[in-house]
């Protein structure tokens, strides 16, 4: 097939459009969405604002510093769930028969998922996200070379492979286990709550599973020190503020075994 | 002729948990599909009826690359349906009647454009077939409707379009028929057998609705739990109906052929124990073959 690769892309921007199409079909209620939806990333940033309030340092890091964190984190969060956040309806899509329909179309069934039900009233927290970014990376009085500049773009890159990667692993769950749902918000969103901040802040088992164990200090807190130029207070290397691209890339692949292997299960067993 | 459906032994076993206590649970392991051999030419029709539970839907979805068979093998237009499932996609229509290919919020002619793009239709293709449907199945009063707001014989007439548009070797039906009023359905019924008439469609359809099947089908495959079934003995003139009591009961149609040709033709068989010549309606049959077995109704080698 001369137009395969071609025909499957334009096969996706069309599955885009419909999907456009369809929830712009309620105007108001769109609109209404449109501006509710930024509330949510507001709040994490506010509430680190509180938090300044009462204090003028945290875990070590300044007002300026910690919003370089949680910028990083509020605005790859926005976009990973506004492109694959909505993966967690699996059971729903299994109800329904969704999962089904795809299955017997000849394109690939995630990226069908993902097209078909992007909740694009999610895009103005995505923007807001950037927007926070841009003004935490600016006042934060960051010391320029080019290889800041070429992480200020690649840290929010594959922080978004990285929670878009969480957020498909977590949902495969509900593929054995159909009441997960807890289960994998309390990684998701549990692992948005943790990159808000520097890690110092945390302490102990906690911190060594999650930022470690599970990944989420590359997410935010390393990228942030190496475009600071600080020293990590806990010790490691300088040069580990650049893995997270690397890290993002294990993750993402982890998360398509899980898929595949979720898949299989499902198709082995049935609904 | 060529073969368009080859299945093998074919098993599909779910795991169902049964409470046996008031925290303690079992876990059964139940067949729904257990050892089907089926062959399925180019341009036949097959009917494929039986109780609710029987493994119509997961005999069909096995078929169709949705489920990975337990035990056996499937070969369907040549391919393994799991394992090939996209190359298989492009030579299959699917429609399950109480699931829907169609995008709820838009008008149903969209639904047909974007299923062009999903299927690569050249653009000549598409325009030709979708003229076809809607002469057949009279789509033009409703095309540029949302389709949430289609009425079920409508959405279902959109379903058969939408499964045909790329032009598929074999349709596959679930219960399409399912909870639409007389008139639509005799709509359904007549644009499948129209389909099938033409030869190039291979149709299988799986329904509740005995004047389906009689309507389109000239062989019927009852799905048994216990009851595996084997190829029985083809007289010409004379359609196989039934095959029941692990195949030990054998159920033909007298058509063209008459009953002294039938028995002549069943007399070869060595295990031939009783034959007998009854006229009921096939729903009294196939309700007989679904209860307590009852004494041997029409011929019962």
Redesign the interface.
Known sequence: ?A?GRG?TL??YR??LG?QA???T?YRTSFAVDLVGNVGATAFDVLTVLVLFGVTRELGGFTLRETLVVVGLSACAFATADLLVGNIERIPQYVR???L??V??????ALPQLLLMDLPLRKVSRAVFGLAVWVTAVVSAGIDWTPGRALLVVLAPLAAVVFFGSIFVATATVSFYWVESGQLANSLTYGGRDFTSYPVTVYGGWFRALFAYGLGFAFVSYHPALALLGRADPLGLPAWVGWAAPGVAVVAAALAAAAWRVGI?HY????S | MTEVIRARGLRKEFTVHVKTGRIRRARRVRAAVDGLDLRVERGEMLGYIGPNGAGKSTTLKMFTGVLTPTAGEVRVCGLRPVAQRTRLALRIGVVFGQRSQLWWDLPLRDSFDLLGHVYRVPAAEHAARLRRCRDLLDLDGFLDVPVRQLSLGQRMRGELTAALLHGPEVLFLDEPTISLDVVSRQAVRGFLAELGSTGDTTLVLTTHDLADIERLCRRLVVADLDAPLPEPPVLPGAPLREVAADGRRLVYALESAGVAEVVSGLAGVASLRDVAVVEPDIEEVVARLYGAPAPAAVPAP
């Open positions: 097939m137009d025909g334009r096969a069309a599955l419909a199409r369809s929830q079909a329904t028969g969704l089904d329909a299955l017997v179309r000849p394109l690939g299989r198709r082995s067993t049935g």
